[in-house]
């Protein structure tokens, strides 16, 4: 482990799924921001497809174009291939073997939908996809939302296999906003002190995510700093992320997630992801 902190950013997209910039652009962002790894995550549904997620017949694609960028900035800077490999039970799953073909540095396992029979929504589309959701498929009870993403959450924790967890308590992005639900509600952190529980016996790593704070939906990286802290009694490492869909915002509001896993109690972070493992640095 470096005992000094090592600026990276393990949670990039482009414009091979719904980012705004190139893989180059980024890579010469990053560059100039001083960045020592950058990770490349496109959305992905594989070998499905929805809008927002990279289409099956760019794959190939995509991974030559990474591939190019890691050979042409040797000796600038450290570029990962990863995806961001969604859970949509029955349909697909953030899975090392269902991506063995592509031969990824590592995978962010992250839900974005939540499921019924009679349909599905996502949670982070917008605020009134989510709150016709809410209304919709619950009647308004988000305690029974919220169980339900959770639970799904868990269910890709006990059938996936990736590395990275991402945004864990993505139900939040639009609250501060659009208040839904109190976060201080003994209920919510209940299930927060229980999914700790349930990412640190998966044993992987999970991020601290600051992409609704470029994006204006919040003031603090997600997760909180109460599910951070249960984070962390639990033993759960962590990455700092910018879940970045343009190159400006490759390492928004980086101080403060710094800050942010210092009084949560963390004195490293993971900067690095291959397939040999984590590597740690100081914060």
Not at 41 to 62: D, I, R, V
Not at 68 to 91: H, M, N, T
Not at 185 to 209: H, P, S, V
Request: a negative charge.
């Amino acid at each position: 482990m470096s005992k000094e902190y090592i600026k990276s950013n393990l949670h990039t997209h482009s414009t091979f799924c719904d980012g705004k910039s190139s893989p180059e652009e980024n890579v010469l962002a990053a560059i100039q921001k001083e960045i020592k790894v950058l990770g490349f995550t496109s959305h992905s549904m594989y070998p499905f497809w929805t809008e927002s997620n990279m289409k099956p017949e760019n794959f190939n694609s995509y991974c030559e174009e990474i591939h190019r960028l890691q050979k042409k900035y040797e000796g600038q800077i450290s570029i990962r291939l990863g995806f961001e490999a969604d859970f949509f039970p029955g349909v697909t799953l953030p899975h090392h073997d269902n991506y063995a073909q592509f031969k990824p540095d590592y995978l962010i396992g992250s839900l974005h939908y939540i499921f019924q029979r009679s349909g599905s929504f996502g949670v982070d589309n917008t605020p009134e996809i989510w709150a016709e959701g809410a209304r919709k498929f619950y009647g308004g009870d988000m305690k029974a939302l919220i169980g339900d993403y959770f639970a799904l959450q868990k269910e890709m924790l006990a059938l996936g296999k990736f590395d990275l967890l991402g945004h864990p308590d993505l139900v939040r992005k639009f609250n501060e906003k659009y208040p839904l639900f109190d976060e201080e509600a003994g209920w919510y952190k209940d299930y927060l002190c229980d999914m700790a529980k349930a990412i640190a016996k998966w044993g992987g790593a999970t991020e601290i995510n600051t992409g609704a704070i470029s994006r204006k939906w919040l003031t603090k990286p997600y997760p909180s700093l109460y599910f951070l802290e249960k984070l962390h009694e639990a033993g759960v490492p962590i990455a700092i992320t910018a879940d970045a869909h343009s190159a400006e915002n490759l390492d928004c509001a980086f101080d403060q997630a710094r800050l942010l896993a210092k009084k949560a109690g963390y004195t490293e972070i993971i900067y690095d992801i291959d397939r040999t493992g984590y590597k740690f640095c100081g914060l």
